[in-house]
């Protein structure tokens, strides 16, 4: 039977024909009969006689439908560049219609509805399964679906191919809210402008983005095509000059906030603090502090700028439950992703529908989300100037639209759940009582009597905004999610890396040449998913969250081997660990038995962790890496400069001292924040929807 298979493979190849693969189930005769359009085989009863050809009956060639190739000037033929399949690869169809049929919900307890009332019931309204197994449970019917008016262009920073665009319809272009929306232009006065074409000329400038890109430039065609454009009208236009008649106009408003040009609602605003004095004063004795030129914008007016902009029509106003049910015999399964398809969203959706209706209204009442980051934003490439803006986005967007341009045993997990904390006017209370003691009886802020009411549950003298709302509902502990980036990416893995890096210089020897050499050695791959490493991976020198996820990803490889046994096994096993948790924390797509590996992983760092503290590290001694012992020599010469600027007598010389000893430490808020991953994923979706990396 092998040389048969041999025989016809060889005669199939010498005349260039296609070969199909022989069945073996079947019999040789078979065989031939199946492939009728290749040579048959002349066989006997238990062997392969020969191999002839059967003449075949001449038919004229079909004409060919494809256009003959290009050549090229040296005369050859140009080479015809075709899709590769990942880029043919036919996207999944999107979710079916909405079908209004009543469906139980999933058998899961933690799925139990407990929002059944008289005034707002939940009736679950259901599509059916896509070709994924998707389907969606709405708590009522939606008004729209805004993912009708999205498609993969919208969501992508890379041009899609025609070939795999799905069958929905494309949205205009997001673009920021201008000063002044320009189709209403012609019902408003132009001031302090002259005419419409100097007023669109000056509104492109200053409005949109403030890298004028592409659909920036479109804009400004856009306007220059229109009938608000008129060439003559800027025959003697001066941008210097209508700058300043702009400047000068705004300053001449009173009211800024009635100005034609304060639609966005921004408003400069000074803001007086109290400052603590040390001594026992009267509320009206307390100095203040002025803070002058504060901008801000009312939240009210960000939401109505946000929801009269056009990226508005791609806004969820109608939450609802994602499941995944693959198979027909299969329970379905929770899909958590998205901010509004969250049990925080629903939850909140359904309050509103049982609040009483304003009298007369019959406007539909929508959620929206905010969600609120502060970070420091570095100003200029040379110096030190910084700024602490707050960001806002909308919940009621996709995160791949915002997105475009994180220890402990089970024991743990429960502890977190009976003492997570909630407003109450006990909790105001110890606030007021600190503040109190501080501002008016002249108590330091780290003294003890403060520390005595707030150290039992680690609070802070400081009066939250949100405190205002906690009658009305709102508990402003659960609005806080965890900081992805932050507590794992710089935090976590970070700590860990910079001891393995301690561990390897107590070593000795080349320990850490070698791991260098290695990292250096990882070939980058994709145009962003592993980045080429420096030389010195070890000194992490100007490395940002990107650089320590590379580092992570491909660190087994390099550290296998770099010390002895037992602890070489600890170390891999612990760095594997990492990686899982790292993976699954950071997917932006979770299901019910996602989560549940998650939360298992997390519990099997926090015992791989201890085993590292505990069976590893006190067999080393640590010191301080060069950097952190030049870091600690800077602070110190800091602080010897300001006593010398204090006390003018000739400071006696110190002695440089050693490397302090540093060992590892567990007992940090990032590394038990990672046990809150699993409950805040559940309640508000996946951490890439409020991580702060792509802010």
Request: proline letters at 7%; a negative charge.
């Amino acid at each position: 039977m092998a040389n048969l298979y041999e025989q016809y493979a060889a005669h199939n190849a010498q005349h260039k024909r296609k070969h199909l693969d022989l069945d073996p189930q079947q019999t040789i005769e078979e065989n031939i009969v199946r492939m009728t359009d290749l040579p048959v085989l002349n066989v006997g009863n238990d062997f392969v006689n020969e191999i002839v050809d059967v003449p075949q009956p001449e038919t004229t060639p079909e004409p060919s439908l494809e256009p003959p190739p290009e050549i090229a000037p040296v005369g050859r033929p140009v080479r015809i560049r075709r899709k590769t399949w990942k880029l043919l690869e036919l996207l999944p169809d999107p979710l079916a219609p909405i079908v209004p049929v009543t469906k139980s919900p999933p058998p899961n307890e933690d799925e139990t509805l407990l929002f059944t009332t008289q005034d707002h019931v939940w009736a679950p309204v259901t599509t059916d399964l896509n070709s994924f197994g998707l389907y969606r449970e709405y708590c009522s019917m939606p008004t729209h679906n805004p993912d009708d008016n999205v498609n993969l262009t919208d969501m992508s920073n890379f041009e899609t191919p025609s070939a795999i665009t799905p069958n929905q319809s494309h949205t205009a272009a997001h673009t920021f809210v201008p000063l002044l929306d320009l189709p209403s232009a012609q019902k408003l006065d132009y001031s302090p402008f002259k005419n419409s074409s100097i007023f669109g000329l000056m509104n492109w400038m200053w409005t949109g983005s403030a890298m004028k890109s592409l659909s920036e430039v479109t804009r400004l065609i856009d306007f220059l095509k229109s009938d608000r454009f008129c060439k003559e009208d800027i025959l003697d236009f001066d941008v210097k000059a209508e700058t300043a008649r702009f400047d000068q106009a705004w300053e001449t408003w009173s009211d800024k906030s009635e100005s034609p040009v304060a639609q966005d609602g921004w408003q400069e605003v000074d803001v007086t603090s109290e400052v603590p004095y040390g001594k026992s004063l009267t509320p009206s004795d307390i100095p203040l502090f002025d803070v002058p030129g504060l901008h801000l914008r009312k939240l009210t007016e960000v939401i109505k700028s946000a929801v009269s902009c056009d990226t508005a029509s791609c806004y969820h106003y109608v939450p609802f439950k994602q499941f995944w049910k693959p198979y027909s015999e299969q329970e379905p399964e929770r899909i958590y992703d998205e901010m509004y398809s969250s049990d925080a969203f629903v939850t909140e959706y359904v309050k509103v529908q049982q609040q009483l209706s304003e009298p007369g209204c019959m406007l539909e009442r929508v959620v929206l989300g905010l969600m609120f980051w502060s970070d420091s934003t570095h100003l200029a490439n040379f110096g030190n100037a910084s700024l602490w803006p707050l960001y806002l986005y909308f919940a009621n967007q996709s995160k791949w639209l915002r997105g475009k341009t994180s220890t402990g045993t089970k024991l743990d997990a429960s502890r977190r759940q009976t003492l997570a904390r909630s407003v109450s006017h006990r909790f105001l209370d110890k606030i007021q009582s600190a503040r109190d003691a501080i501002y008016q009886f002249g108590y330091k802020v780290k003294s003890v009597f403060v520390e005595r009411i707030l150290g039992e549950e680690s609070l802070v003298p400081t009066s939250n905004a949100f405190a205002k709302l906690s009658d009305s509902g709102l508990n402003f502990f659960q609005m806080l999610v965890p900081d992805f980036m932050h507590e794992f990416e710089l935090g976590v893995w970070k700590h860990v890396f910079a001891h393995l890096i301690r561990i390897l210089v107590a070593n000795g020897g080349t320990s850490v040449q070698y791991l260098n050499q290695r990292y250096r050695m990882v070939p980058p791959f994709g145009r962003f998913t592993i980045r080429r490493f420096s030389d010195n991976a070890s000194a992490m020198k100007k490395l940002a969250a990107r650089n320590y996820e590379d580092l992570l990803q491909c660190s087994m490889p390099v550290f296998e081997g770099l010390l002895q046994e037992p602890y070489n096994n600890i170390i891999l096993d612990l760095l594997f660990t990492l990686n899982e948790w790292h993976s699954l924390a950071k997917l932006r797509l979770h299901t019910d038995s996602t989560l549940q590996r998650l939360d298992e992983r997390t519990t099997h760092l926090g015992r791989q962790l201890r085993q590292f503290s505990q069976g590893v590290c006190p067999d080393f001694d640590t010191r301080e890496l060069p950097r952190e012992e030049a870091a600690r020599g800077r602070r110190n010469a800091r602080k010897k400069k300001s006593a010398v600027l204090k006390d003018p007598v000739t400071q006696p010389k110190v002695p440089k001292a050693p490397p302090k000893k540093k060992n590892f430490n567990m007992c940090t808020y990032k590394l038990h924040s990672l046990g809150d991953y699993v409950n805040t994923i559940r309640w508000f979706g996946t951490t890439d929807s409020y991580s702060t990396q792509p802010v």
